[in-house]
């Protein structure tokens, strides 16, 4: 069985900073990509960051030279290190692992429980 749990949500004032976490732990066999996702009150879950196997990420727009992603591989972990929050970055956060459980089996999206980060003066 595998989990993914998130960790590090809060509240946090306009122009603070939040470390959020994600592990993934369980039965796998490996963890190819890893991301963060969020999802607003009223609106659709979105893509934050990602993080591939080999280290590549890429980000949204809305949080490009504010958010970093990051990854301990022998910890099955990814970070979300988030600087200058906005109110607009309130959401619940969402970390995801495409992982494979056991070969030949393909890659699976694993999904965490979600982290609630609220940016409030």
């Known amino acids: 069985q595998v989990q993914v749990v998130e960790s590090g949500g809060g509240l946090v004032q306009p122009g603070g900073s939040l470390r959020l976490s994600c592990a993934a732990s369980?039965?796998?066999?490996?963890?190819?990509?890893m991301g963060w996702y969020r999802q607003a009150p009223g609106n659709e879950r979105e893509l934050v960051a990602h993080?591939?196997?080999?280290?590549?990420?890429n980000y949204a727009d809305s949080v490009k030279g504010r958010f970093t992603i990051s990854r301990d591989y022998a910890k099955n972990t990814v970070y979300l290190q988030m600087n200058s929050l906005k109110p607009e970055d309130t959401a619940v956060y969402y970390c995801?692992?495409?992982?494979?459980?056991?070969?030949?089996?393909?890659?699976?999206?694993?999904w965490g429980q979600g982290t609630q980060v609220t940016v409030s003066s």
């Open positions: 369980g039965s796998f066999f490996s963890i190819n990509s």
């Open positions: 993080i591939s196997s080999g280290g590549r990420t």
């Open positions: 995801n692992a495409f992982l494979q459980t056991v070969p030949p089996r393909p890659y699976e999206y694993y």
